[in-house]
């Protein structure tokens, strides 16, 4: 079975820094659209971050020039750096992708991390 793993959330005063990590582990042919999300207490789940294939990324504003997304390919891995936290930055950040498990199939299907824990104090 496919299974995305978050890690490295935590609490960290405001300024700090964290780097969070997706290891996706199974059946792996492919991982397409690897992405982290965030949910705060009382909010919708919003999407911080995307990166392509080809290594192009994208940042909701309030991130940008803050936090870094990247891929270890070689890994199954994702990555979010996030420098410069804030305490608006508080939330469960979630893993997302859509992953390939066979060069036999092009079907892919979507999966989720369980979460990891970023809390920001002032």
């Known amino acids: 079975q496919v299974q995305l793993v978050e890690s490295g959330g935590g609490l960290v005063q405001a300024g700090g820094s964290l780097r969070l990590s997706c290891a996706a582990s199974g059946r792996i042919f492919s991982i397409n659209g690897p992405a982290w999300y965030r949910q705060a207490p009382g909010k919708q789940r919003e999407l911080v971050a995307t990166i392509t294939d080809g290594g192009t990324t994208n940042y909701i504003d309030s991130v940008k020039g803050r936090f870094t997304i990247s891929r270890d390919n070689a890994r199954n891995t994702v990555y979010l750096q996030m420098n410069s936290l804030k305490p608006e930055d508080t939330a469960v950040y979630y893993c997302?992708?859509?992953?390939?498990?066979?060069?036999?199939?092009?079907?892919?299907?979507?999966?989720w991390g369980q979460g990891t824990q970023v809390t920001v104090s002032s």
């Open positions: 997302n992708a859509r992953i390939r498990s066979s060069y036999m199939s092009y079907r892919e299907y979507e999966y």
